[in-house]
């Protein structure tokens, strides 16, 4: 089992950064493929990154590609999401998820509460 706790949120103007936090319980957390991702009102929710154990492999929305970054900090238990140059369009609620497998996919086992971004303009 698995939680998740998202932290980071905020208002911001369009062209700043935030940077989102995940925390985790579970001593399995370094075994896990973790996920941010986002859902706007009246939208489906998007992955927008994942990140595998090792950190090696990422995958990038191509809505953020570019501007965002995913990283985490096994030894600590967290989860981090870099956002810049915010527009918007970036306005949403952010999750954090985390998958039981090695590899990379769509499939998430556990989700964080979410945290509310939004980029004025």
């Known amino acids: 089992q698995v939680q998740l706790v998202e932290s980071g949120g905020g208002l911001v103007q369009a062209g700043g950064s935030l940077r989102l936090s995940c925390a985790a319980s579970?001593?399995?957390?370094?075994?896990?493929?973790m996920a941010w991702f986002r859902q706007a009102p009246g939208k489906e929710r998007e992955l927008l990154a994942a990140?595998?154990?090792?950190?090696?492999?990422?995958y990038y929305a191509d809505s953020v590609n570019g501007r965002f970054i995913i990283s985490r900090d096994n030894a600590n238990n967290t989860v981090y999401l870099q956002m810049n140059s915010l527009n918007p369009e970036d306005t949403a609620v952010y999750y954090c998820?985390?998958?039981?497998?090695?590899?990379?996919?769509?499939?998430?086992?556990?989700w964080g509460q979410g945290t509310q971004v939004t980029v004025s303009s």
């Open positions: 998820a985390a998958r039981r497998a090695s590899a990379l996919g769509r499939n998430y086992d556990y």
């Open positions: 579970g001593r399995t957390f370094i075994s896990y493929t």
């Open positions: 990140v595998t154990w090792s950190g090696v492999s990422t």
